[in-house]
Nanobody
Framework: QVQVVESGGGLVQAGGSLRLSCAAS????????MGWYRQAPGKQRELVAD???????NYVDSVKGRFTISRDNPKNTVYLQMNSLKPEDTAVYSC?????????????WGQGTPVNVSQ
């Protein structure tokens, strides 16, 4: 069984910063991609940023220059540093891991951590 645990969400004022963490554990051989998604009320879930174990990154245009995704492969952990937060960033942020197992690929979702940006 593979698990993903998120932390770091909370309430912050516009212009502030938060760092989200996502740690994967369990029966997997390697991680292909880990990423952060978000869903705001009335909106579709969207990919915010992701990163491969090789270090390739991808960002949605609205967060480029403000958010940075990074990884610590030995810890199977990814981070999302969020700076210059805007009210439009308010959403539930969920971590997704696409991993290699003995039987093939598996996609695992965390339970989500809320981010609320006021003002």
């Amino acid at each position: 069984q593979v698990q993903v645990v998120e932390s770091g969400g909370g309430l912050v004022q516009a212009g502030g910063s938060l760092r989200l963490s996502c740690a994967a554990s369990g029966a997997f051989l390697s991680i292909y991609v880990m990423g952060w998604y978000r869903q705001a009320p009335g909106k579709q879930r969207e990919l915010v940023a992701d990163i491969t174990s090789g270090g390739s990154t991808n960002y949605v245009d609205s967060v480029k220059g403000r958010f940075t995704i990074s990884r610590d492969n030995p810890k199977n952990t990814v981070y999302l540093q969020m700076n210059s937060l805007k009210p439009e960033d308010t959403a539930v942020y969920s971590c997704n891991a696409n991993v290699r197992t003995t039987w093939g690929r598996a996609e695992v979702w965390g339970q989500g951590t809320p981010v609320n940006v006021s003002q």
